[in-house]
């Protein structure tokens, strides 16, 4: 195709405004013809572009259905401003006004409509972001000097989870996949010979065919950097003799949500953490998150993250997890508020002491109905460790430095929780001698 690059975005000559379709009309009859079978090739569940609107300060795109993501470059000689939908498929035309003298819009692929804004003016994005239900994409445009044009993109995706149809055709793919295991072998306990020393389960998320949220920038996946996290907490833990540590996985294997905490209770541990790392529609998001169970999100955010998180149970339509009356007690034990009350200490705690070695986001403590902290016995917290849609956080996570910070971090406010609950048993031992 001869718009397949970057530097070559301009020569789609198809599909353009009002403004300038006059100086195009010798092209269009083979653009149609090449827009059509272009168009054909894209799966009926891509979300096409219904609407563009540009002014001098914005972009707006709208789409009839949900579409996977957006990015977008700037280029020179001559001044324009691309925009990449993934998932999507191109309309026709675009309302251009201000900088903006005109706007074209493609198939670059199959699964993926090009919509190309040519400027009067070098410009550049300066940020945006989806609308919450995702059928909106707004953009920042800025005038710039030509030199500063960098190359490079600015990715963003939709707060809703892009969802494919069904296939049309009478055909399906089964994979078997037998039935869930009620356990799995325990883990082994790493640390101190002393079972009177608090143990502590950590929990690397995601694993196996599940990759977790999978980074823009290097393609990072969470399964690998929670399992690279969760060894160095336990490292650091072991090293400082304080507490003893088990691992739910210590290699790229899955386990569904209850086989994670049931390990913890078979155990008898007295914390449970689960490590992940979040993905955002925002670049910019930025910083760790802690979460504790509650039936209530605490907001909009929370209550996404859980249904994303909770998921994790689900292949091919079958609930691994499954609702045995073991969960079913479990669900009803949650009325033991003490240890939802002991969870959410300790992440106040893992905020505080975390904070000298940890980037927090701002309100760090948030509240979800996340199946993997439903042990109505042990004290359980998730541990967002960043977003792998942000690029310093993606370096800092996939880094051996960074990685040793975040569990530093954790093991220092592991440590203090515990020697805050031996004290407390002290007074209480010495309160009841004095009476």
């Not at 718009?3 to 789609?12: F, K, N, P, R, S």
């Not at 579409?67 to 324009?80: H, I, K, N, Q, Y």
């Not at 920042?140 to 993109?153: C, E, F, T």
Request: no cysteine; hydrophobic share 40%.
């Amino acid at each position: 195709m001869w718009w397949e690059t970057e530097d070559d975005a301009a020569d789609m000559n198809f599909n353009w405004t009002d403004m300038a379709g006059t100086l195009h009309k010798a092209a269009m009859p083979f653009a149609a013809i090449l827009a059509s079978s272009l168009l054909a090739l894209n799966p009926a569940d891509a979300g096409s572009v219904s609407r563009i609107h540009s002014s001098d300060g914005q972009i707006t795109v709208s789409f009839d259905g949900l579409v996977e993501g957006a990015s977008t470059f700037s280029l020179v000689g001559p001044d324009r401003i691309a925009v990449d939908i993934k998932g999507g498929k191109a309309g026709r035309g675009g309302h251009a006004e201000g900088m903006v003298k005109s706007v074209r819009q493609g198939q670059y692929d199959p699964n993926t409509a090009r919509i190309v804004f040519d400027l009067d003016r070098p410009a550049v994005i300066t940020g945006g972001g989806f609308s919450a239900d995702g059928k909106s994409l707004k953009l920042s445009m800025q005038s710039v000097g030509g030199a500063a044009i960098k190359k490079g993109r600015k990715t963003f995706f939709p707060p809703v989870k892009f969802r494919a149809e069904p296939p049309k055709k009478a055909y399906s793919v089964k994979v078997p996949l037998g039935k869930p295991q009620d356990t799995v072998d325990l883990p082994k306990i790493s640390g101190s010979d002393d079972p009177s020393r608090p143990l502590v389960v950590i929990d690397a998320g995601h694993g196996g065919h599940d990759p977790g949220a999978i980074s823009p920038h290097g393609s990072q996946r969470e399964k690998n950097i929670t399992l690279a996290i969760s060894r160095a907490v336990r490292d650091q833990l072991v090293a400082s003799g304080r507490v003893r540590v088990a691992m739910t996985r210590d290699s790229d294997k899955y386990l569904v949500l209850e086989e994670r905490y049931g390990i913890a209770r078979r155990l008898d541990a007295d914390l449970f953490i689960s490590i992940h790392a979040d993905a955002a529609g925002n670049e910019s998001a930025a910083g760790a998150t802690v979460y504790t169970l509650s039936e209530v999100a605490s907001d909009r955010e929370a209550a996404k993250l859980a249904a994303r998180e909770n998921r994790s149970n689900i292949i091919n339509g079958v609930n691994l997890g499954g609702s045995n009356r073991d969960v079913s007690s479990i669900l009803i034990d949650l009325t033991q508020r003490e240890t939802m009350n002991v969870s959410a200490d300790f992440a106040k705690l893992l905020i505080r002491e975390g904070q000298r070695m940890i980037k927090f986001r701002a309100n760090p403590h948030r509240f979800a109905s996340l199946v993997v902290l439903k042990a109505p016995d042990t004290p359980s917290v998730l541990f967002e460790s960043g977003y792998l849609t942000n690029k310093e956080d993606v370096e800092l996570l996939s880094s051996r430095a960074g990685q040793s910070k975040v569990a530093i971090g954790i093991a220092n406010a592991i440590e203090a929780h515990f020697a805050r609950k031996l004290a407390q048993r002290g007074s209480q031992s010495s309160g009841a001698g004095s009476k």
